[in-house]
């Protein structure tokens, strides 16, 4: 199967064009940072961000020091797509950026790895809230062997 198979998923090496543009503004209650995503002038979406380790995602998984959780606003994938790659060109650092949604909500999924996001496991969380995980991770994560037995200094 080749991309062209798949209309409509964005992949993470292909990045955004200097169509899109990703202006940083003020965050809603809960959350550390927000940007807001435009196409060609016109806005498409926005994204809100907060590190992993600060949120409710804390013990869900072994979470990076650099982890961040994304909660997109809007209805078009390419929002969240760009606002990703921006996020990870920002801080190069980051391992990952976790999307949760709802534990089988297969429309969220969808959403998800249209932008770019690949479904990782489903957790429960505190307050036995079930989510699905999604992660977009930069391309030297992904390179980086998932053995421990591998990994250097084991």
């Known amino acids: 199967m080749t991309q062209q198979d798949l209309p409509g998923i964005f992949y993470p090496e292909a990045a955004p064009g200097d169509e899109y543009s990703v ?3 003020p965050a809603p209650e809960g959350w550390e940072t927000h940007y807001t995503v435009s196409e060609n002038g016109t806005e498409i979406g926005s994204v809100s961000l907060r590190h992993t380790l600060t949120g409710r995602l804390f013990e869900a998984y072994p979470v990076g ?44 999924i969808d959403f998800g790895e249209r932008a770019g ?7 429960e969380i505190h307050g036995d809230i079930e989510l699905s995980l999604l ?7 992904l390179k980086e062997p998932r053995a421990i037995e591998t990994r250097a200094g084991h």
């Not at 996001?117 to 489903?122: E, H, I, K, T």
């Not at 992660?135 to 994560?141: D, I, L, Q, T, Y």
Request: some cysteine.
């Open 135 to 141: 992660a977009a991770e930069p391309a030297w994560v």
């Open 23 to 25: 202006a940083k503004g």
């Open 65 to 108: 020091a650099r982890d961040l959780e994304v909660e997109p606003h809007g209805d078009d994938p390419k929002a969240l797509w760009a606002a990703t790659h921006a996020i990870l060109a920002q801080d190069p650092a980051c391992r990952r950026i976790v999307l949760a949604v709802p534990a089988g909500d297969i429309p969220a």
């Open 117 to 123: 996001y690949r479904y990782v496991v489903d957790v």
